[in-house]
């Protein structure tokens, strides 16, 4: 063979390789399962949630970009926008959707397919909520972790009586739109009723809305305002939070990041958990094992966040007994 001849083959060769080497990633990354994450609120706000969510799914064995990927749809508080996402995951052949702390994405999701299985968080019973047939035995396609964060006003009204005994005012922030407002309703009355208390009840599902109520509620000082677990409110806790500190009234979330953007206190689900063991199911069905032999799990941690420099701000002396 004559070396120009050896020089082209040699080199056509290599090319082939090179060639081939991109086709063989391209189709092990194909083999890859894909996880559609579907979420009400922005990825800029879940930093830390994601974090928890992919610890769960490294935990159950599956590490994102090594042997599982993520598509990511965020409706960035527009919970409108969920149904649509929900149908092109469904479109792009996704392995499983994951709502996890998304309570409006896992019903979107639920009502887009009977057949990939879907793993949620969500802030409520999930068998009010139409999600499972039950806890032991969700049946169908669904399963997941439930906070029941909108379930638990009553304890945020004690917790808020007990941190401000002076209060007179009790009022509610609702998003009439959410799926979780009944039922934060309900429990918050039940609460109310039972400590001879009143709380009223005030709607907001926009920016100016919210800004209405806070105004509204700038005096008399013996206020304090309850915050609902919600998709909307949620991402805009900062904006609440700040709102809450310009017109010095105590109010109470559902949940930590409230607390750290400057608002009173929050006594809720730790949110943070919540992911973990959403990732971890994920991982365990994408195993083969089924949503409908997977109970429902339920929070076991809960946290009592009070920032204490809003706390003197407010001139409040916090009890031993909440410390």
Do not use: C
Request: proline share 4%; no cysteine; glycine share 8%.
């Amino acid at each position: 063979m004559k070396f120009d001849q050896w020089k082209r083959r040699e080199f056509m060769t290599l090319l082939g390789g090179a060639a081939v080497w991109p086709l063989a990633a391209r189709a092990q990354q194909s083999a890859m399962p894909m996880i559609g994450f579907l979420h009400a609120a922005s990825a800029e706000q879940n930093v830390q949630r994601l974090a928890a969510y992919r610890k769960g799914l490294s935990e159950a064995g599956f590490i994102e970009g090594q042997n599982v990927g993520i598509e990511f749809r965020w409706a960035d508080g527009h919970v409108d926008r969920l149904p649509d996402m929900a149908a092109d995951l469904i479109r792009r052949q996704v392995a499983l959707i994951a709502t996890p702390g998304s309570t409006d994405a896992a019903l979107a999701a639920k009502s887009a397919t009977t057949k990939i299985p879907i793993v949620f968080g969500a802030g409520g019973d999930p068998v009010a909520l139409g999600l499972v047939a039950s806890l032991n035995r969700p049946g169908g396609n669904v399963t997941g972790v439930t906070s029941m964060n909108a379930d638990i006003a009553a304890k945020r009204l004690g917790l808020i009586r007990e941190l401000i005994p002076q209060a007179l005012h009790y009022f509610a922030l609702i998003n009439p739109t959410s799926v979780l407002a009944d039922p934060f309703i309900k429990d918050l009355q039940a609460g109310a009723a039972s400590l001879g208390l009143h709380a009223e009840i005030l709607h907001a599902s926009t920016d100016a809305e919210i800004d209405a109520v806070f105004a509204k509620l700038a005096q008399p000082s013996d206020t304090v305002l309850l915050v609902s677990t919600d998709a909307f409110f949620f991402s805009r806790h900062t904006q609440i939070a700040m709102l809450a500190a310009r017109h010095a009234l105590p109010a109470m979330f559902d949940n930590r990041e409230y607390a750290v953007a400057g608002g009173l206190v929050s006594y809720g689900a730790d949110f943070l958990n919540v992911m973990q063991l959403s990732g971890g199911y994920t991982g365990r069905i994408l195993k083969g094992e089924k949503p409908s032999d997977l109970p429902v799990m339920q929070s076991t941690k809960y946290e009592l966040v009070i920032n204490l420099r809003t706390a003197k701000t407010f001139g409040l002396k916090i009890s031993d007994n909440l410390l």
